[in-house]
């Protein structure tokens, strides 16, 4: 069973950083792909950006693009977002999944709040 948890949340001041963390556990995939989420109140989930297994490949949304970065720490089986410039519409719970197959995402974490102020 493969199990994600998220870390890294917190509140921060319009204009400054976050770095968020995902930790994998259990079996997975050299297919696999990573995907950082998102969620505000009475929204929609939204795609945040995603990176495959081997950390070579990784796409953006348009409103994470040149402010958010994707990356992995193989040794740790850990995945990062850094979130730069932050924004109060940023404010959301950020979750990570797993797409280990199929590029559908089966696995989520729990999620960590992010709360951007102004």
């Known amino acids: 069973q493969v199990q994600l948890v998220e870390s890294g949340g917190g509140l921060v001041q ?17 297919t696999a792909v990573m995907g950082w989420f998102r969620q505000a109140p009475e929204k929609a989930r939204e795609f945040v950006a995603q990176l495959n297994w081997s950390g070579d490949t990784t796409y953006y949304a348009d409103s994470a693009k040149g402010r ?21 519409e940023d404010t959301a719970v950020y979750l990570c999944a797993i797409a280990t197959s199929g590029g559908v995402y089966n696995y989520w974490g729990q999620g960590t709040q992010v709360t951007v102020s102004s």
């Open 68 to 88: 958010f970065t994707i990356s992995r720490d193989h040794a740790k089986n850990t995945v990062f977002l850094q979130m730069n410039s932050l924004k109060p």
């Open 14 to 30: 319009a204009g400054g950083s976050l770095r968020l963390s995902c930790a994998v556990s259990g079996p997975t995939f050299s």
